[in-house]
Structure formats: C-alpha cells, structure tokens
C-alpha cells in the first residue's frame, strides 16, 4: 500500500496550489482518501476528507470556501485544489485512507486512518 503527495511549493498569498496523491497497492476506489496538515510546532490536523465514490466530501471551517477535494478513481488520484493561501495555510500536507464512511465529525480523525502518504511541504510567503 503507498500513497504518494506531491504538489507542495512555495507560493505568494493569495496564490493557488493543486495537491497530489497518488495511491497503489490496494483498491482505491473502496477508500476514502483525506487530507491532512501539520503546521510547524502544531498537531496534525485533519481539512478535508472525500467518500470512495466522490460524492460527499467535508472541510474544515479554515478552508472551506478555498480549498476542494476531488478525485479520479480511474486514475487511483486524490487531489487538493488550494486556493486564496495565506500564511496559515504553510504546512506539510498529507494524505491518507481510510475503510470506512466519513462523518462531519469522523472525517478529520487520524487515528480512523489505516495509512498515510509522505507528506508534501506548502510554504505561503511573500
């Protein structure tokens, strides 16, 4: 099983990223796929989550509104669309999965998550 992020830069504020995860190893379409961050000095944080089909997905109230979760099944990807970046934002992303159904709550929860791609860093800065 990997999941691989990729994406991650240096960008301006209010500037745009799009994440990266490609996963193998395992049916990636019975999955749901997160991501999370972990800002330096801080915990991991969970931001968004998507359902295995693509249909329902969730956010974290910081970047809802500016970040979109989407993925293609046909090519075992989950991406992050990351727009209107600020400060806060700079991070190491990661993505992962997870068996079951996500909840509104469920969703930004590590520990329901059975593994964990490397991590991609996003800086956002003048």
Do not use: H
Not at 74 to 79: D, F, L, S
């Amino acid at each position: 099983v990997q999941l691989q992020a990729s994406g991650g830069g240096l960008v301006q504020p209010g500037g745009s990223l799009r994440l990266s995860c490609v996963a193998s190893g395992f049916q990636f379409d019975n999955y749901v796929t997160g991501w999370f961050r972990q800002a330096p000095g801080k915990e991991r944080e969970g931001i968004s989550c998507i359902s295995s089909s693509g249909m329902t997905a969730y956010y974290r109230d910081s970047v809802k509104g500016r970040f979109t979760i989407s993925r293609d099944n046909a090519k075992n990807t989950v991406y992050l669309q990351m727009n209107s970046l600020n400060q806060e934002d700079t991070a190491v992303y990661y993505c992962a999965k997870r068996r079951f159904r996500p909840t509104s709550d469920s969703c930004y929860v590590a520990r329901l998550y059975d593994n964990w791609g490397q991590g991609t860093l996003v800086t956002v800065s003048s």
